[in-house]
């Protein structure tokens, strides 16, 4: 079975300071791992994928997100953080041995909240 | 615009009185899908369907239908709501292959009384 955990219901950083949400994940193979945002009263929105290649992947909004396979983890970063980048922030794996199944698993998601 | 629409967007309705919730993607996807997000519990997936009349459960199907009678619409249909059915759906879309992304709709809010 796969899952995927995001240890903190809330974030809160200051304006112009890095800024990390954490995931970590657990597949029986190799993992899919995506990153999506929800502002409020909208639907999720893409930001980043890790497929497979280069463990730093790049994604919209300046964000970016590590993979690290030691660690079971995906990260999701940014350097310098906007007001505007307050959301909820979901992680999603998906085991790439998966089967027929749909079989994408969402974290339960992690409120980042941006000070000014 | 590529996009996934959904209507209504906001629902509140009695138990028992069957209701349907329209999907509907300009993107030529074949896979499409429903979710619910619920407060502590993230998203899970009620139905699924990798093309037209091909449909399965996901993680939590009891107490819903869907049909996927055109590539383009996937409506999330409930017979007999009931209040444990409150929640916000989303439904979503996206290319052939487990390596692509998913586009949401903009979400339903239903509540159930």
């Known amino acids: 079975a796969q899952s995927v955990a995001q240890p903190e219901d809330q974030v809160n950083v200051a304006e112009g300071n890095p800024l990390t949400v954490k995931c970590t994940y657990s597949?029986?193979?190799?993992?899919?791992l995506f990153w999506y945002v929800q502002y409020p009263n909208r639907g999720l929105q893409f930001l980043l994928k890790?497929?497979?290649?280069?463990?730093l992947v790049k994604g919209s909004y300046g964000f970016e997100a590590e993979f690290n396979k030691s660690q079971t983890s995906f990260h999701l970063k940014k350097p310098s953080a906007l007001v505007s980048d307050s959301a909820l922030y979901f992680c999603?794996?998906?085991?790439?041995?998966?089967?027929?199944?749909?079989?994408?698993?969402f974290g339960k998601g992690t409120h980042l909240i941006i000070q000014p | 615009e590529a996009q996934v629409t959904q209507n209504p967007r906001y629902l509140i309705t009695v138990t028992g009185k069957k209701l349907t919730v329209t999907c509907s993607q300009n993107?030529?996807?074949?896979?499409m899908s429903w979710y619910r997000q619920d407060p502590g519990l993230g998203l899970r997936q009620i139905y699924y369907?990798?093309?037209?009349?091909?449909?399965d459960k996901g993680d939590v199907p009891e107490g819903y239908k869907v049909s996927r009678k055109e590539k383009r619409n996937f409506p999330l249909i409930l017979e007999s709501p009931s209040p444990n059915q409150t929640s916000l759906y989303f439904c979503?879309?996206?290319?052939?292959?487990?390596?692509?992304?998913?586009?949401f709709g903009p979400g339903t809010r239903l509540t159930v009384l």
């Open positions: 597949v029986s193979g190799n993992p899919y």
């Open positions: 979503a879309s996206r290319d052939t292959g487990w390596v692509n992304e998913q586009f």
């Open positions: 369907s990798m093309n037209v009349e091909v449909t």
């Open positions: 999603a794996v998906r085991d790439m041995m998966g089967g027929g199944a749909d079989g994408l698993t």
């Open positions: 993107m030529n996807h074949e896979y």
């Open positions: 890790y497929i497979t290649g280069d463990n």
